[in-house]
């Protein structure tokens, strides 16, 4: 097994990964909910799909593999649920706390990409 691959089945990668990956599918749901519940902010509301559906394909299967850019594409998805806070002080808060709960969670698995060595 490479070290990579070892490093990516620690407690903390696999915590983290499951934080994110939840987060992402909970908001592909609640903005598709939200698609069909208001039809007047529906571009914006597929914009979030669509999005989060993106965030959920690089969490499945590069993420899990290790490759670093991977990693930096996912504070994409942290940075926008944050920025949320600046437009909208009605929902922002919510935004932000899940943008809080990701960078939680790719901040856990962290190690998995940047470690030097496995002993």
Known sequence: MSTSL???????FKTGWWILISLSALSVMMHAGLLFALPDEELLFLGWVVFSLYSVAVLL???RRGE???WFATWL???????????DSEFGVMYLAMAGMMALGQTLTRGAFFSRGVS
């Open 6 to 12: 070892e490093r990516i089945g620690t407690t903390g």
């Open 61 to 63: 299967f590069p993420y």
């Open 68 to 70: 670093k850019w991977a």
């Open 77 to 87: 998805i942290v940075l926008a649920f944050a920025v949320v806070i600046l437009f």
